[in-house]
């Protein structure tokens, strides 16, 4: 099943829609004729008429390299190049030159963004001079290059294999393979991939292999059509997918460059075991940047227009899930839902006010209540539950004002079914019984006062 712009299911589309590059074989004598053409230019001179004359002979659009390359470039189905008349003059000038001759300009006549032309110009520097036409001779020789590619991709390491596997990923891209076969498992595992690459370093705090990463995300489709059909095996689109399992905010951002929606749907259906987080019908990538505290997503999401007070099937906006939300997607009981063993991280108070303060100043609705009549309020209180000694007592004031404010502008805490102050006393007599600093203590004083 296919998602359909709203990200419901759709009627199942026929195969026929997914692409399917065409190549011929490639002349041995063509490739040679091209060689002794290069290797008769870089002999000349550089000023020489004769070099002038041999490059513009060999690059004309019925010249040798023409011939040469045209049998290697992917097709569509009715058997044309993916390539413009310009894009395909500037690969011709690209597998004649020498690697050193080849700058940036050349790249962004071929079809390549400019990130991705700076990426392959660097590459090219320590390449062979042959290291284009090798590359697409090589491709053209397998049945999906880019399956190919993925499949014998080497780890994230700074050394020369992957290097070379990131020109040769380029190339593809430059040739006109810019949208990865529709093979769940290959994109979807390649999009895995590119975020785990993009993904910081604990140790040193940078990206494993930012540039290899943006490499794997150039090969996305850039029509929404296509994007549609990038469905995963769970159901979901593919940047819903992906973000619900974490996905870093610069990956999350190529993705939006490239016109996925930031206002995707999720569908209804199960997440695979050992996924932190579960699918949540309705919901919007918002949702789950919000229940992983991502800041950087949060605000990447609003810039390309997601919706900062969409529902999910629950009626939840995305501020009811920030970060210490996660209990609200089970309908838990906090009483019994958290413990003290549960009660680990003294930071998850005051990440989750950062989250809902965050989406307050860019202009979402705090009063946004849920159909069962949750609020934000009880967010707030929940990162208390879960917070170790309910946060502390250092930044209480700043909390206290933000619950105040919340307050008057008619947020109120009504815990669902009931409970409400007496249901938070009782969670404080279980966990924090002997401890006066605990903050749970704080916010029932609070909000008893508030509600009297």
């Not at 019908?281 to 227009?305: K, M, V």
């Not at 946004?368 to 990162?383: E, I, M, Q």
Request: charged share 20%.
């Amino acid at each position: 099943m296919f998602p359909s712009p709203s990200g419901r299911a759709a009627p199942h589309c026929l195969e026929l829609l997914a692409p399917e590059f065409e190549r011929h074989v490639c002349s041995e004598r063509l490739r040679f004729e091209v060689i002794d053409l290069r290797r008769q230019y870089a002999t000349c001179p550089r000023d020489s008429p004769m070099r002038e004359h041999l490059f513009e002979t060999a690059t004309l659009p019925f010249g040798k390299v023409a011939a040469f390359i045209e049998p290697l470039l992917p097709r569509d189905v009715r058997g044309g190049v993916l390539l413009s008349a310009p894009e395909m003059a500037a690969l011709r000038c690209l597998v004649f030159l020498p690697v050193a001759d080849i700058g940036v300009d050349t790249l962004l006549r071929a079809g390549l963004p400019l990130e991705a032309a700076h990426d392959l110009c660097d590459l090219l520097r320590d390449a062979p001079d042959d290291a284009i036409a090798s590359t697409l001779v090589s491709a053209a020789k397998a049945l999906s290059p880019l399956k190919r590619w993925w499949l014998g991709a080497p780890g994230p390491t700074a050394d020369a294999a992957s290097r070379n596997a990131r020109r040769e990923l380029r190339v593809l891209q430059l040739a006109g393979y810019r949208q990865w076969p529709f093979e769940e498992a290959v994109w979807r595992g390649a999009v895995t991939q590119a975020g785990d690459l993009l993904r910081r370093d604990p140790q040193s705090g940078l990206p494993i292999d930012p540039r290899t990463g943006l490499a794997l995300l150039d090969l996305l489709p850039r029509n929404p059509h296509s994007q549609r059909l990038m469905t995963t095996f769970t159901g979901e689109p593919i940047l819903l997918f992906s973000i619900r399992r974490g996905f870093p905010a610069p990956a999350v951002e190529k993705m939006l460059s490239l016109g996925f929606d930031a206002n995707v749907a999720s569908p209804d259906g199960r997440a695979p075991a050992g996924d932190a987080v579960p699918i949540l019908p309705g919901a919007s990538p918002l949702h789950y940047a919000a229940l992983h505290g991502d800041l950087d997503t949060i605000e990447l999401l609003a810039r390309y227009g997601a919706d900062l007070n969409a529902r999910d099937a629950r009626g939840y906006s995305p501020m009811l899930y920030a970060r210490a939300g996660a209990p609200l997607l089970y309908g838990s009981d906090s009483v019994i839902a958290v413990g003290p063993a549960d009660r680990a991280d003294a930071r998850l108070r005051d990440d989750t006010a950062a989250i809902v303060c965050a989406f307050y100043r860019l202009g979402a609705d705090p009063q946004v209540r849920g159909y069962d009549g949750a609020s934000v309020l009880r967010t707030l209180v929940l990162s208390v539950m879960a917070s170790r000694d309910g946060g502390g007592m250092a930044d209480w004031p700043e909390f206290e004002r933000l619950i105040v404010m919340l307050h008057e502008m008619g947020v109120h805490f009504d815990m669902p079914g009931g409970g409400g102050v007496q249901q938070i006393e009782a969670f404080a007599q279980i966990n924090a019984r002997g401890n006066p600093n605990d903050a749970i203590w704080a916010v029932h004083t609070l909000l008893d006062k508030l509600q009297s």
